[in-house]
T-cell receptor, first 112, second 117 residues
Framework: TQLLEQSPQFLSIQEGENLTVYCNSSSVFSSLQWYRQEPGEGPVLLVTVVTGGEVKKLKRLTFQFGDARKDSSLHITAAQPGDTGLYLC????????????FGSGTRLLVRP | NAGVTQTPKFQVLKTGQSMTLQCAQDMNHEYMSWYRQDPGMGLRLIHYSVGAGITDQGEVPNGYNVSRSTTEDFPLRLLSAAPSQTSVYFCASRTFDRVLSGANVLTFGAGSRLTVL
């Protein structure tokens, strides 16, 4: 069974601080996605990384896929209250993308 | 464009009762799926479908049935609800492609919160 472990589980920081969220597995994934979820809503896709070592930037968010395609990180620079939410990583297996495996999530609170 | 619509938003059941969670999408997506979300456990795949008439099991299929008679609809049935099925349920759809790429965006509904007493 493929598992994705996210850390930390909870993060409470002051506006303007930087943070990094980690997503780790012992399994290799063909691709990995990051979602953000707000209360009462479904997750919304932020980015997909496909190539080992790939780095993608989305404004103040930087996503990296590990060289071995077993891990990923999300770095937020100068966090803002609007970044508050649940961040989920999700991996697609090497055989197919039918069964997307989700991590347990990192709940981020950015205080003004 | 409504996207993925789930009904009901909230439901309370007694143990042993049956019910169906409805999911409809208007994006002509071949792939549809059901997830449940529990505190500290992320989302777990229950069942999925890659097209009308085709369904398959995910990680946690026990206690749930699905069918896919049309491209648009993918209902989730609980035949005999149990307290362990108390959860938030999400339906999601995307265009079908064997290799997930950045072009394949999984679109989620707003969720259905189910409580089984």
């Amino acid at each position: 069974t493929q598992l994705l472990e996210q850390s930390p589980q909870f993060l409470s920081i002051q506006e303007g601080e930087n943070l990094t969220v980690y997503c780790n597995s012992s399994s290799v994934f063909s691709s990995l996605q990051w979602y953000r979820q707000e209360p009462g809503e479904g997750p919304v896709l932020l980015v997909t990384v496909v190539t080992g070592g790939e780095v993608k930037k989305l404004k103040r968010l930087t996503f990296q896929f590990g060289d071995a395609r077993k891990d990923s990180s999300l770095h937020i620079t100068a966090a803002q209250p609007g970044d508050t939410g649940l961040y989920l990583c999700a991996g697609a297996g090497m055989d197919s993308s039918y069964k997307l495996i989700f991590g347990s999530g990192t709940r981020l609170l950015v205080r003004p | 464009n409504a996207g993925v619509t789930q009904t009901p938003k909230f439901q309370v059941l007694k143990t042993g009762q049956s019910m169906t969670l409805q999911c409809a999408q208007d994006m002509n997506h071949e792939y549809m799926s059901w997830y449940r979300q529990d505190p500290g456990m992320g989302l777990r795949l229950i069942h999925y479908s890659v097209g009308a008439g085709i369904t398959d099991q995910g990680e946690v299929p026990n206690g749930y049935n699905v069918s896919r008679s049309t491209t648009e609809d993918f209902p989730l049935r609980l035949l005999s609800a149990a307290p362990s099925q108390t959860s938030v349920y999400f339906c999601a759809s995307r265009t079908f492609d064997r290799v997930l790429s950045g072009a394949n965006v999984l679109t989620f509904g707003a969720g259905s919160r189910l409580t089984v007493l």
